[in-house]
């Protein structure tokens, strides 16, 4: 090997030693476990998982909390994804059904948005608001997840 190739390969494992480290001991990705445990909350009643939804109710998580990124409540995704069961427990568990995500968009919105013809009747029926859907009443699209 020449000189050069040995200074190369000498850089390199130093760089490849430093970015171990770094990896090792590096960036704190820690997540408030408030933040952690709303966002699986919220992910549970979009996935229409009432067990799971249910047990962290009786843990005390916040039925209105709202998820960090957009602002979304699990009544908000519950109804946005049609899971009718879901959405009538956490409505008689006190979600408050105008909660508003980071747009301003409710929970009947997002169920108009995406055609959950019997969650759009039960959030209604439960005092439910929404802004305008665009082109409500045109054909609806496959989803707008």
Request: no cysteine; proline share 5%.
């Amino acid at each position: 090997m020449d000189k050069r190739m040995l200074i190369g390969v000498g850089l390199l494992i130093v760089v490849i030693v430093f970015s171990l480290e770094w990896l090792r001991s590096g960036p704190s990705l820690e997540i408030p476990p408030e933040v952690l445990q709303q966002d699986i909350f919220i992910e549970s009643a979009g996935l229409g998982d009432a067990t799971t939804m249910l047990e962290m109710i009786e843990h005390g998580v916040d039925i209105n909390g709202h998820n960090p990124v957009f602002g979304h409540t699990a009544l908000i995704v519950a109804s946005r994804f049609g899971h009718y069961k879901i959405v009538q427990t956490l409505l008689d568990r006190g979600a408050e059904v105008n909660a508003e995500d980071d747009y301003g968009f409710t929970a009947l919105y997002w169920a108009k948005k995406n055609h959950k013809n019997e969650v759009i009747e039960l959030l209604e029926s439960a005092g439910g608001t929404s802004p305008t859907v665009e082109g409500e009443g045109a054909k609806p699209p496959v989803s707008d997840v």
